[in-house]
């Protein structure tokens, strides 16, 4: 009776270290990513800026601003917001809210040749109007949603590492936001 009992009670000790390594190793590989840049999009353009200089009402001389502006989209979401669970007993990585996407539009003018005249002397109020305009214009020029539709995509990815983990330690996974794909995974 006394070999039973110390044979059960060390088959008890070593499900219970492993269930709690699983729970720290699920939650420590989600909370080492923090913030995941998931997408990044550049583009550049070219922008002719024409200032004219009139008097009365006749054209004396025309200016010519180049800018070149460089654009950076970048599609991030930040992991510590990500709210699950991990019920070690049942044996579940329960998803309950994933943050939602970041998306940052950093663009650069750059001016890059300027012919302004002897009458027209260009100012920094027309070059301020034309990064502004040159600014503005990228900004429209961003599909936001599309960005966001591809980060997204983009970060079930990412995500599917730490699901595979999961799975591995014979974890279900469940999905309470209903937003995430998690049928390529029934395949493992």
């Known amino acids: 009776m006394l070999i039973i009992f110390l044979m059960f009670r060390r088959c008890t000790k070593v499900v219970e270290e492993k269930t709690r390594n699983d729970y720290y190793i ?15 999009q550049d583009f550049s353009t070219m922008q002719k800026t024409k200032v004219a200089f009139e008097v009365f009402g006749r054209k004396m001389s025309e200016n010519e601003i180049m800018a070149f502006t460089k654009t950076n989209a970048q599609v991030s979401y930040n992991l510590n917001k990500l709210v699950m669970e991990v019920d070690s007993v049942n044996r579940k990585l329960i998803i309950k809210e994933i943050p939602p996407a970041d998306i940052r539009i950093t663009p650069v003018v750059e001016i890059q040749s300027m012919d302004d005249s002897f009458f ?10 034309v990064t502004k305009a040159a600014k503005d214009d990228a900004y429209k020029r961003v599909d936001q949603n599309r960005l966001r539709s591809e980060g997204r995509k983009q970060l079930m990815d990412n995500l599917n590492s730490i699901f595979v983990l999961a799975k591995a330690l014979d974890y279900t996974i469940e999905d309470e936001t209903r937003t995430l794909d998690l049928s390529d995974l029934s395949k493992l």
């Not at 699920?26 to 990044?40: A, F, G, H, R």
């Not at 027209?120 to 109007?129: A, G, L, P, S």
């Open 120 to 129: 027209n002397r260009i100012d920094d109020v027309q070059i301020k109007k």
């Open 26 to 40: 699920l939650k420590n590989q989600i909370t080492k990513m923090n913030k995941m840049v998931v997408m990044e």
